[in-house]
């Protein structure tokens, strides 16, 4: 049974940084992809980033390239998203998810790729 804990979420100002934390345990088998998804009031559940945990390799939505780093620890079995410049619209509640099985390229930003989710964390920023 995977259980995802994320933690790390807040309220800063706009433009101030956050780093999310989303700790994996109980699991017998490596994840092959994890992400991290956002969802405001009122909105639909966003891909934000992504990671295949064993290349590194990372993918990003549009709104937050260049702003957020994610990254995963192997050794903590821990996976982190690194959020710089925020901004308002940055507000949402934030959960890492992840996938044991196959998980296409073009669909990591896809809530449908992934098997497990954390419970979230919610992230505030005001202007």
């Known amino acids: 049974q995977v259980h995802l804990v994320e933690s790390g979420g807040g309220s800063v100002q706009a433009g101030g940084s956050l780093r999310l934390s989303c700790a994996d345990s109980?699991?017998?088998?490596?994840?092959?992809?994890m992400g991290w998804f956002r969802q405001a009031p009122g909105k639909e559940r966003e891909g934000v980033a992504a990671?295949?945990?064993?290349?590194?390799?990372?993918y990003y939505a549009g709104s937050v390239k260049d702003r957020f780093t994610i990254s995963r620890d192997n050794a903590k079995n821990t996976l982190y998203l690194q959020m710089n410049s925020l901004k308002p619209e940055d507000s949402a509640m934030y959960y890492c998810?992840?996938?044991?099985?196959?998980?296409?390229?073009?669909?990591?930003?896809?809530?449908?790729?992934?098997?497990?989710w954390g419970q979230g964390t919610q992230v505030t920023v005001s202007s």
């Open positions: 109980g699991y017998t088998y490596r994840s092959v992809c």
């Open positions: 998810a992840a996938n044991a099985g196959y998980c296409r390229s073009d669909a990591l930003l896809r809530e449908y790729t992934y098997t497990y």
């Open positions: 990671i295949y945990t064993a290349a590194g390799s990372t």
